[in-house]
């Protein structure tokens, strides 16, 4: 599937995604709340507008929504993913998120393009962390060539794309990739960012649910590399 056209995100054709949004935007909308919204949206650290939805509202109303609808494929996937992104309010990006875990085994290797558009696209942790364990883990897991990809972007400039390969094997457990994890861990444990840090600490804190004796060495070996805040993130289940 192309989703670039001329270094912009293209938008595929949908009928599916055509009657998604049109019901999307009119439930979400008719249920608003103003002042709740804008006390989402102090909490989000002003990143976005919201509606004021929360969370077993928004999705009893998302159920309204697809009531009827055909389960989309990777096409359908990719339109109801990025015209969600192109919606100012977060609970779009929200039922774009939902949905995409709920679909990406119907997803081939070629969607990871659009999955980094919407990580890179008004990030933050609210969206970055499911895309990342939700559907980024996926998708490696159901095509390990990917991994390479992953090795591209624990280098990124950007910081929420090397979040994102951090956090995409946190579902792993036993599958989990341990060599690939540490050596991400590492190559991130200088950065200065809050988000990094904490996302190491995190996802050794939850390898060492399935191998806190390897998380245990791996920290012994190198915990003078970590940072602080990553090693206390990676022993609060498994102790010092």
């Known amino acids: 599937m192309s989703v670039t056209d001329a270094g912009t995100t293209k938008v595929p054709r949908s009928d599916i995604a055509d009657t998604v949004l049109e019901r999307l935007t009119t439930t979400y909308a ?3 709340d103003p002042e709740r919204a804008a006390a989402m949206r102090a909490y989000m650290r002003d990143v976005t507008p919201f509606l004021g939805l929360p969370t077993p509202v928004r999705r009893a109303l998302s159920r309204t929504v697809l009531a009827g609808v055909p389960r989309p494929d990777e096409s359908d996937c990719a339109a109801i ?5 192109r919606l100012p309010e977060r609970e779009y990006h929200y ?3 939902d949905c995409l875990r709920r679909h990406v085994g119907r997803c081939t290797s070629g969607f990871l393009p659009v999955v980094r558009h919407l990580v890179s696209t008004v990030p933050w942790w609210d969206t970055v962390d499911a895309l990342a364990s939700h559907v980024v883990g996926g998708l490696v897991a159901a095509d390990p060539k990917l991994k390479t990809e992953m090795d591209a972007w624990i280098v990124d400039d950007d910081l ?3 979040r994102t390969a951090l956090l995409h094997q946190l579902r792993y457990k036993e599958r989990t ?11 991130q444990s200088g950065h200065p960012d809050f988000f990094i ?4 600490g995190w996802c050794l804190r939850e390898y060492a649910k399935t ?4 998380v245990r060495a791996f920290l012994a070996r190198e915990q003078g590399r970590l940072a602080p805040l990553s090693v206390r993130e990676a022993l ?3 102790g010092a």
């Open 30 to 32: 008719a249920a608003a």
């Open 81 to 85: 993913a990025l015209r969600c992104w």
């Open 95 to 97: 039922f774009a998120v």
């Open 160 to 162: 929420w794309i090397a």
């Open 177 to 187: 990739d341990a060599e690939r994890l540490f050596a991400y861990c590492l190559h």
């Open 197 to 200: 840090r904490k996302a190491i």
């Open 211 to 214: 191998d806190p004796e390897a």
């Open 236 to 238: 609060k289940n498994i």
